[in-house]
Nanobody, 114 residues
Framework: VQLVESGGGLVQPGGSLRLSCAASGFPFSRYAMNWYRQPPGKGRELVGTSTSAGGNTKYADSVKGRFTISRDNAKNTVYLQMNSLTPEDTAVYYC????????WGQGTQVTVSS
């Protein structure tokens, strides 16, 4: 089982980024996929979840209305579209799936700064 995130970088406040997480080694379409983040000096927090069918998503209050999770089951990829970014969104962003155990990607750094 492997998760590989990409798409992070430096963006100005108010800007947008789209993160991708490519999954392999398990039947992707059957599993809920999660995005977490870890701000500097803080613990890891759940950003949002996409159900296996992709029809339902849930978000942390801090990102609701600004972030959108989508998935392409044909490409085994889940996305995190982030809009109206603020410095408080600066963090390492991780993709996660529970396949018998917690599996994490390597993370991708998102820095929001002018």
């Amino acid at each position: 089982v492997q998760l590989v995130e990409s798409g992070g970088g430096l963006v100005q406040p108010g800007g947008s980024l789209r993160l991708s997480c490519a999954a392999s080694g398990f039947p992707f379409s059957r599993y809920a996929m999660n995005w977490y983040r870890q701000p500097p000096g803080k613990g890891r927090e759940l950003v949002g979840t996409s159900t296996s069918a992709g029809g339902n998503t849930k978000y942390a209050d801090s990102v609701k209305g600004r972030f959108t999770i989508s998935r392409d089951n044909a490409k085994n990829t889940v996305y995190l579209q982030m809009n109206s970014l603020t410095p408080e969104d600066t963090a390492v962003y991780y993709c996660n799936v529970v396949v018998g155990k917690n599996v994490w990607g390597q993370g991708t750094q998102v820095t929001v700064s002018s």
